[in-house]
């Protein structure tokens, strides 16, 4: 049955995800690093740090500097990206969010956030939506990132639910491969080939419908139980 609802937040709840691309774009340039197309996904859902190695790898740099170092150019590019939010309104809630929160509060559905972001309560209070949700992941208890499945188990288990009592929205690959290794439903929002390993995908959020998630997550329940028969 269900239960509850897991979100990331950049690129999911608003677009924010602009902002972090941005932000690492201009450290690239800095360090003389061209970033590949494919770079804009690949940097989606990661951590800070796992970002910042992302990009020194594309030019063999991961190891052509100290940790204090990396720490300096990760602070820099958050300090840009600080700068960035600070514009966001409830006007940046991503098309369809607004109406999807409001169908899963009605439901009686728990909600928490699974974001690789530090700035998520700074985010949602610009957005605010900080009362929206029962729980916010911290990232700096996480020990791996995604597409790790630790943080959507914490988000999981902040709501005192199972992996089949709740639906993980992503809309980065890494993120959603987290969400699966989580045993948890996955929502992909986004490109369907980069996406496909979502159990259900939308080109964007403005398709999202609370009703047809569900049907179909309980369609996949029906199936398991089936199967296990």
């Known amino acids: 049955m269900l239960k509850g609802l897991i979100f990331d937040l950049d690129g999911v709840i608003a677009d924010t995800a602009r902002f972090h691309l941005q932000a690492w774009n201009q450290l690239a ?3 003389d690093i061209v970033l ?34 990396k720490a300096a150019f990760a602070q820099s590019k958050n300090d840009l990206y600080l700068q960035l939010i600070q514009t966001l309104t ?12 409001q169908d899963a509060k009605s439901l009686g559905l728990h909600m928490s956030i699974a974001s690789a972001s530090k700035n998520a309560p700074t985010i949602l209070k610009h957005l ?8 916010i992941v911290d990232p700096a208890k996480l020990h791996r990132g995604k597409p790790d499945s630790e943080i959507f188990e914490l988000a999981q288990q902040a709501l005192n639910l199972q992996a089949d ?15 699966k290794a989580a045993n948890q439903f996955a929502v992909g929002i ?14 964007s959020t403005a398709a999202l419908n609370l009703a047809a998630i569900k049907k179909a997550f309980d369609a996949l329940k029906c199936n398991i139980k089936v199967r296990q028969k």
């Open 128 to 135: 605010q939506l900080d009362t929206a949700f029962d729980a």
């Open 29 to 31: 340039q800095r360090l």
């Open 165 to 179: 009592e709740v639906i993980s929205f992503e809309d980065a690959s890494a993120g959603v491969q987290a969400i």
């Open 36 to 69: 590949p197309p494919e770079a804009n996904d690949a940097l989606r859902g990661r951590s800070r740090m796992d970002s910042l190695n992302l990009i020194l790898s594309y030019d063999d740099k991961v190891d052509a500097f100290s940790d204090d170092e």
């Open 190 to 203: 986004g490109d369907a080939q980069v996406l496909k390993q979502a159990d259900y995908i939308v080109a």
């Open 90 to 101: 409830p006007a940046d809630i991503l098309p369809g969010i607004a109406q999807l929160l």
